[in-house]
């Protein structure tokens, strides 16, 4: 297994652009999560999601957007870039209800510059 | 506020030092997870606490689960340099606020340095 795989890992946007950074898992996990880690500030959950088809809104959700079509795949949308937005950014999946039964998965993440 | 509160925000010591890091909260929780994050990698997880009192060892480190649910320490003996990392403790919301809610809370964690 892969385990949780994203892509790309390094992107460097200008204001106002978009894109879509990519998230897949092999593990047949419904769960899956996004973050953001800044400096001083932790990592933050941005949008989430508990199955194909069902997302929902985490702590810093505005700017972003996400969908799950599949089990497998979770990409986060910036539509409109923002330096604000320059960060690190963790997928994450597991199998049930992370922190309560089961364990979650990061990606390696992707560090993302916007000028 | 943070829900989540670690100690210290940073810490160096020697290589076969001990030391102990807490995560604190006014909170009670149902469970509390420690991960660890390398440079450049995303977080690990060492371990899960559930039971208040609870006390789990991972060959050098030890977890301790507040007998109140509110609080945890991660103690390491003889730490390595391969301890190095962002140590975080991390909760999930829905022992806090009930319901359906899957949202994974973090510290802002303790930047370990052991040096050699």
């Known amino acids: 297994n892969a385990g949780v795989t994203q892509t790309p890992k390094f992107q460097v946007l200008k204001t106002g652009q978009s894109m879509t950074l990519q998230c897949a898992q092999d593990?047949?996990?419904?769960?899956m999560s996004w973050y953001r880690q800044d400096p001083g500030m932790g990592l933050r959950l941005i949008h989430y999601?508990?199955?194909?088809?069902?997302?929902d809104q985490g702590e810093v959700p505005n700017g972003y957007n996400v969908s799950r079509s599949t089990t497998e795949d979770f990409p986060l949308r910036l539509l409109s870039a923002a330096p604000s937005q320059t960060s690190v950014y963790f997928c994450?999946?597991?199998?049930?209800?992370?922190?309560?039964?089961?364990?979650?998965?990061f990606g390696p993440g992707t560090r993302l510059t916007v000028l | 506020t943070q829900l989540l509160e670690q100690s210290p925000q940073f810490l160096s010591i020697q290589e076969g030092e001990n030391l102990t890091v807490y995560c604190n909260s006014s909170?009670?929780?149902?469970?509390l997870q420690w991960y660890r994050q390398e440079p450049g990698e995303g977080p690990v997880l060492l371990v899960t606490?559930?039971?208040?009192?609870e006390v789990k060892k991972l060959k050098r480190l030890t977890f301790q689960f507040g007998d109140a649910r509110k609080d945890s320490s991660l103690h390491i003996t003889a730490a390595q340099p391969g301890d190095t990392g962002l140590y975080l403790c991390?909760?999930?919301?829905?022992?806090?606020?009930?319901?359906?809610?899957?949202?994974?809370?973090f510290g802002k964690g303790t930047l370990l340095t052991v040096n050699p």
């Open positions: 994450a999946s597991s199998k049930g209800l992370a922190g309560v039964t089961d364990t979650q998965y």
């Open positions: 606490v559930v039971t208040g009192g």
């Open positions: 991390a909760v999930n919301l829905r022992g806090k606020s009930g319901g359906s809610n899957y949202k994974l809370t």
């Open positions: 909170s009670v929780f149902s469970s």
């Open positions: 593990m047949n996990h419904e769960y």
């Open positions: 999601s508990v199955g194909a088809g069902i997302t």
